[in-house]
């Protein structure tokens, strides 16, 4: 089967939505209740994802098996860090949010990773304290945990990133 990542159209929506409870699902029973809740990520905010550009879904074949939000810096919530610092506070970056697949796909969080590693060298991520499935992952892909970002709601997320600093040239 032949994985491909483009970008979301909107008459996917009720599909991404499918994927993000199954994996709401994953987070609950892994102990992690308290992220992507009341009704979070909605379908405005996948469709505005999709209307800016930033939303990406993830196929094996012709099933709809991730979805992604891939978005160019600055991130505002990353601005202030507690408890650490950033790799580096002043190269451009991107930011990947609502990391989300059904539980039968495989190696969605690699496959999505190279494709953005091959897109931008400077990639920042966040995660929920009990998200122990998610920090396995970016651990895992060669993170650094940087410190502690606020959400615009006041909760807090563990951030991450990773500079490949010795960019390889892109082919065109």
Same mark, same amino acid.
Request: proline share 5%; hydrophobic share 40%; aromatic share 12%.
């Given at each position: 089967?032949?994985?491909?990542?483009?970008?979301?159209?909107?008459?996917?929506?009720?599909?991404?939505?499918?994927?993000?409870?199954?994996?709401?699902?994953?987070?609950?029973?892994?102990?992690?209740?308290?992220?992507?809740?009341?009704?979070?990520?909605?379908?405005?905010?996948?469709?505005?994802?999709? %209307?800016?550009?930033?939303? &990406?879904? !993830?196929?094996?074949?012709? /099933?709809? #098996?991730?979805?992604?939000?891939? @978005?160019?810096?600055?991130?505002?919530?990353?601005?202030?860090?507690?408890?650490?610092?950033?790799? %580096?506070?002043?190269?451009? &970056?991107? !930011?990947?949010?609502?990391? /989300?697949? #059904?539980?039968?796909?495989?190696? @969605?969080?690699?496959?999505?990773?190279?494709?953005?590693?091959?897109?931008?060298?400077?990639?920042?991520?966040?995660?929920?304290?009990?998200?122990?499935?998610?920090?396995?992952?970016?651990?895992?892909?060669?993170?650094?945990?940087?410190?502690?970002?606020?959400?615009?709601?006041?909760?807090?997320?563990?951030?991450?990133?990773?500079?490949?600093?010795?960019?390889?040239?892109?082919?065109?």
């Amino acid at each position: 089967m032949q994985r491909l990542i483009r970008l979301a159209r909107r008459e996917e929506v009720p599909a991404i939505l499918t994927v993000i409870e199954a994996a709401k699902d994953i987070m609950r029973r892994s102990g992690n209740t308290g992220q992507w809740i009341n009704g979070y990520p909605s379908a405005a905010v996948i469709e505005n994802d999709i %209307d800016r550009g930033y939303g &990406y879904v !993830v196929t094996d074949g012709a /099933a709809l #098996v991730g979805y992604f939000a891939f @978005i160019p810096s600055p991130e505002p919530t990353y601005a202030v860090i507690y408890d650490g610092a950033w790799l %580096d506070d002043f190269a451009p &970056y991107h !930011v990947i949010h609502r990391i /989300a697949s #059904v539980p039968e796909a495989h190696g @969605i969080f690699k496959s999505l990773m190279d494709w953005c590693f091959q897109r931008d060298p400077n990639i920042r991520v966040d995660t929920h304290r009990d998200n122990r499935i998610m920090q396995h992952c970016i651990d895992a892909y060669g993170f650094t945990y940087c410190g502690i970002i606020l959400l615009e709601s006041g909760d807090e997320r563990l951030a991450y990133q990773r500079y490949i600093r010795e960019f390889p040239s892109r082919s065109t």
